[in-house]
């Protein structure tokens, strides 16, 4: 089925092939993609929805020398297997393999890292004037979806491609869809224009173009906004672009490779700034994913009839935990409002969504607006609940200091994906958030080790006056399996919970999910005859001052956490205790030793792999338990 696929090796080897070999060609990486993602899981529909467009640009662009920068990046498969990747694509995701976003570390096809929506148009502005400094003629390229497109920074961008006086290419890949449906006023026109579009709307606008656009490259910055004009449809999103002075073409069909390499030609030589609309099909050319792209947008392995495998299946999550508590506390408090940057699935709003319609806000890929916003409506009287993956919130940053930490505002940032993430690797850990918001005066961290604690840690968050910020990993919750003693008890402010006494000096503090972690790390020294002390931290902040008073008796406390050692809750517990040692002057002054991530980012890979490589899962904290105990020296 690749007969076509398995002779490139490059882009260079499209030129050779006919229009109905490159429309065969976009039918075999369709397929290559979609067999490896169902074998170890990623990003289905969007990729599926940018193949032809995918084809086109490196038909007509040289992106060895011209640069292409993808938004987000979750649709970059057909463009790795067409530099030079494919053989390595069936191990997309894992350890050693390919990562599922742009990596320069793997291709020089791809100039940066990325895993966040709306930095290709700020950083092709960047690469544009960069390359007139070089006095280089490169091509840059910036590919964008529609719901990224709508981003803050992706129209700070646009805002400023008045400073390029030079081509630079927008293509706006619009599909009508975030991970979910687009959200807000932008991407509601820019539905209602779709939808006045017929397919024959589509090809006249695209024939009109391809008749016109010899002139483009010749054509005069004025003049260019007249020809705009003459090749695109009545109805458009002109408007929306050319009142920043960016001339607009299209719309064209995204999946007719033949006119878009005509449409790229064209453009390439156009000597100023453009942007390119084109329509695609999230999902298209596999049913499953063309039925339901929200499911498909990122997926687990799947067989290839579209359902999901048994052992994939029905793990319940810090997240379904998150998603039933804020249900529950929503039913006994209507000031209780959640707030999702365009993931309610992933952050598990998808039930309060059903039965709190008028309590909950989807604002679009849009982080630090669902700060504001959050801001805001605490300042109403009400309730916030923000929940969004930790390492999007370090968007919202400025907005948690200025509007929750300078006015010392109630509300909750509920921070899934914390800690490690698995498969997706360094652009979506959540290795920093203890860090960001325990550096803001005022601010509260906490972390649920299990389920249970969840809805009592919301509980507590919702309750307690304060902003706080609640984190919590990407995986199940273990309350069958390990029970935690005395954590059924409600959340007290900077109150630890001890779940196992020892009879030894050291004691193992650990936050969230690395309690359990740390417990049954315990258990196995305990067959050794080492007998630890295992604390439920609850709080990065503030920390339990008894835990500091421990230190000042002469203890040995090992804290274990599932972020960077940086600003993390053993600094918090170390910096307390140097500022305790000034007030107090313990005598008898004992250790502390953290076990965090490294000051380096953790490779793509199982959870488990890597939290074994930060050295915190229950056999590497054993190990180092053995190592302090050996010395016998507390
Ligand atoms: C700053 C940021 N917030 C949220 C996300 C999560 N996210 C990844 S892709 C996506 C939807 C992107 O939609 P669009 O740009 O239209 O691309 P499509 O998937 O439709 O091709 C979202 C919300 C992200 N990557 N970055
Ligand atoms: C590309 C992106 O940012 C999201 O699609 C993200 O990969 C989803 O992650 P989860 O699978 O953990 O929801
Ligand atoms: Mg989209």
Partial sequence: MSEILDKINGPQDLQQLSPAALKQLAEEIRHHITHS???????????????EVSIAMHYVFNFAKDKLLWDVGHQCYAHKILTGRKEQFEHLRQRDGLSGFPSPAESEYDPFSVGHAGTAVPTAVGMALGAKHKKSDEKIVAFVG??????????????????????????????????DVTQGGIARFLSKVRLTHTYEDIRKTTDNMLEHLPLIGQKMEGAIHNLTKTVRLAVTPNRL????????????????????????????????????HVYTKKGKGYSPADDDPTRFHSTGPFEMNGS??????????????????????????????????????????NNF??????????????????????GGL????????????????????DHMFQEFSLQDLPGVFCIDRSGVVGNDGPTHHGLCDIGYARMLPNFVVAAPANGAEMRAALEFALDCGKPVALRYPRDGVTDEQVELAGCDAPFEMGKSVTVREGSSDIIIAAVGPMVVESLKAAEQLAEEGIDVTVVNARFAKPVDESLVSKIGEGKCIITVEDHGAACGFGSALMERVSQRFATDGFENLGRIVNLAGPDEFIRAGARKVQLDEMGVTAERIAETVRRINAKGNL
């Fill in 308 to 349: 999901i495998e048994p052992a994939t299946r029905g793990k319940y999550t810090f997240t379904d935990a998150f998603g039933d508590a804020i249900v529950d506390l929503a039913d006994k408090d209507d000031k209780v409002v959640a707030i999702t940057a365009a993931m309610p699935d992933g952050t598990g709003l």
């Fill in 37 to 51: 993602v169902s074998k170890n899981g990623g990003h289905l529909a969007s990729n599926l929805g940018a193949v």
């Fill in 146 to 179: 529609d719901a990224s497109m709508v981003n803050g920074t992706s129209f700070e961008g646009l805002n400023n491609l008045n400073l390029v006086k030079r081509q630079l290419l927008v293509v706006l890949n619009d599909n009508s869809m975030a991970i």
């Fill in 378 to 397: 605490a300042k109403q009287g009400m309730k916030p609940v923000m929940a969004i993956y930790s390492t999007f919130l370090q968007r919202g940053f």
């Fill in 241 to 276: 672009f050319e009142s920043m002075n960016i001339p607009y073409f299209g719309p064209v069909d995204g999946h007719d490779i033949s006119s878009l390499i005509k449409v790229f030609r064209a453009l390439k030589d156009l000597n100023s700034p453009a942007i390119l």
């Fill in 353 to 374: 969504r059903k039965k709190n319609p008028d309590r909950y806000y989807d604002v679009g890929i849009a982080e630090s607006a669902a700060v504001d916003i959050g």
